[in-house]
Structures are given as C-alpha cells and as structure tokens.
C-alpha cells in the first residue's frame, strides 16, 4: 500500500541552524500539506502546496518557514532559522487528486531544538 | 478563528462496551471531516471520512455528521485495548484543503 515517508525520523539541532525536512508524498497525489504538534498540543496547519506553489500558509508558516518540489517526488520544509519553540513533531501529508479528499499523514520528524 | 473542539478526556470504556467521541466545529463552510487515531509519538491514522449529514459504518466503527449542528461523532462498537489512543477530530473547508484539528480525545479501554 503506497505510503508517505519522512527523512529524517529525529533530528536534533543548535538555535539558529537550518534545518530541511523531507518527505515523499503517494506518487499519484497532488496536494502537498505540512502540518506540525508540539508536544501536548494539537495539530497545526502550516502550509499547502499545489500545482508547484503555496496554496495556503498559516500564521505560523513565516518568513522563516519555505517549502519545496525539488524534483518532482520529494517534498521538503526548510526553516532558515530554528527556535527553540520549533521543536515539536513535524508531520507531512498528501491527497489526491481533489481538494478535500482525505490526507495521508507520513511518520513525521521529531525536530529539537537546543 | 475556526475551531474544531473535542472533549479531551480520558474517556474510559470496559472492553466490548461502545466508546462514544463527540466533536463540534465552529466553519459553517465545511465540507469534509475526518477522524485519525493516534498513538503517542506516532502519526495520525485514518479512521473515517465523511461528507454528508447521516450515518456511515465501516467495521466497528461508525461517522455521524449533523452539519445544521455542526457536529460529528465516532461511535466504536465492541471496543478492544488496542483502541486505546487519542481520537482526532479534523475538518476541512475544501477551499485550500487544510485541516483544522481538534484537541482530541484520549480513549482508554480496560480489559
């Protein structure tokens, strides 16, 4: 059954270091989310990504925040600059071909700032 | 701010018993919802979709959705420990296809 995978699964880091997070989405998806829960707390809405650009972004999901489709398979998030209050897991998730249809959530990376 | 609220529990049931998880959603545009399970650590697991006011069963478990009062349940029947997880409650608004997440309920099954 086609998954959503993540790289890495854990991925400690010094305050102020950039960090990449990668994800493959189900091969035949179109729509592209990152999603991420600190500890404890629900989970957030980050950004939305189709057709090769940004559909959506949250509050959250600032300048420090960009996403990309480098290649036409993986997904990645990039924060230019961690905070500490980035830690948290970070989950990726596609869906199909139409907006609204259920999103597939990967392992997700546990980011940790210090 | 849309909001989607859960009672975050813990719901406690005895194994075999019927676990009700309730959730109320504030978007009067919603259109899709959806409930994930998750285990401590891990990511959120599927469970149901549903898109129209009414029931929708698949195995144990069954969706209801009332969109004049907003609202959404999971019934589980025949509740096993191994259903023991957090319930998520999440709703989209098909514009951008974000999910709006509620707290979530911890269910806890005791044998």
């Known amino acids: 059954e086609p998954e959503v995978t993540q790289t890495p699964s854990h991925q400690v880091t010094q305050m102020g270091q950039e960090v990449i997070l990668r994800c493959v989405p189900i091969s035949n998806h179109l729509y592209f989310y990152w999603y991420r829960q600190i500890l404890g707390q629900k989970v957030e809405f980050l950004v939305s990504f189709y057709n090769n650009e940004i559909s959506e972004k949250s509050e959250i999901f600032d300048d420090q925040f960009s996403v990309e489709r480098p290649d036409g398979s993986n997904f990645t998030l990039k924060i230019r600059s961690t905070k500490l209050e980035d830690s948290a897991m970070y989950f990726c998730a596609s869906s199909g071909r139409l907006v609204g249809e259920t999103q597939y959530f990967g392992p997700g990376t546990r980011l940790l700032v210090l | 701010q849309k909001e989607v609220e859960q009672n975050s529990g813990p719901l406690s049931v005895p194994e075999g018993a019927i676990a009700s998880l309730n959730c109320t959603y504030s978007d009067r545009g919603s259109q899709s919802f959806f409930w994930y399970r998750q285990y401590s650590g891990k990511s959120p697991e599927l469970i149901m979709s549903i898109y129209s006011n009414g029931d929708k069963e698949d195995g144990r478990f069954t969706a209801q959705l009332n969109k004049a009062s907003q609202y959404v349940s999971l019934l589980i029947r025949d509740s096993q420990p191994s259903d023991s997880a957090t319930y998520l409650c999440?709703?989209?608004?098909?514009?951008?296809?974000?999910?709006?997440f509620g707290q979530g309920t911890e269910l806890s099954v005791k044998p």
């Open positions: 999440a709703v989209s608004d098909n514009q951008g296809g974000k999910l709006i």
